[in-house]
Nanobody, 125 residues
Framework: QVQLVESGGGSVQSGGSLRLSCAAS????????MGWFRQAPGEERERVAV???????RYADSVKGRFTISRDNAKNTLYLAMNSLKPEDTAMYYC???????????????????WGQGTQVTVSS
């Protein structure tokens, strides 16, 4: 059973920074797409950033230039560096992993079968 464990969430003021981590186990970590999603209360889940096994990254327009997704294959860990945080970034953030194909670039409609439990990010104005 693949396990994904997020950490690094917290409460910050607007303009602040956080770095989320996602530790993966029982998973062929460096072969597939991984990503970060978020969901605020009463809203649909949003794909924030994804990274392929080739290191190709894609971002939601709302976070471009502020967030950076990366992966450390030696540590089996996925990261999301978040800078210039805004109150609208407040949400539960989830790590997700795929194991269907080694895509050069993660498809827009890729369905991720594995999910972490989430870590809360709260940005106050």
């Amino acid at each position: 059973q693949v396990q994904l464990v997020e950490s690094g969430g917290g409460s910050v003021q607007s303009g602040g920074s956080l770095r989320l981590s996602c530790a993966a186990s029982r998973y062929s970590y460096n072969r597939y797409c991984m990503g970060w999603f978020r969901q605020a209360p009463g809203e649909e889940r949003e794909r924030v950033a994804v990274i392929s096994s080739y290191g190709i990254t894609r971002y939601a327009d709302s976070v471009k230039g502020r967030f950076t997704i990366s992966r450390d294959n030696a540590k089996n860990t996925l990261y999301l560096a978040m800078n210039s945080l805004k109150p609208e970034d407040t949400a539960m953030y989830y790590c997700a992993a795929d194991d269907s194909n080694s895509y050069y670039s993660c498809p827009d409609r890729l369905v991720f079968p594995y999910w972490g439990q989430g870590t809360q990010v709260t940005v106050s104005s």
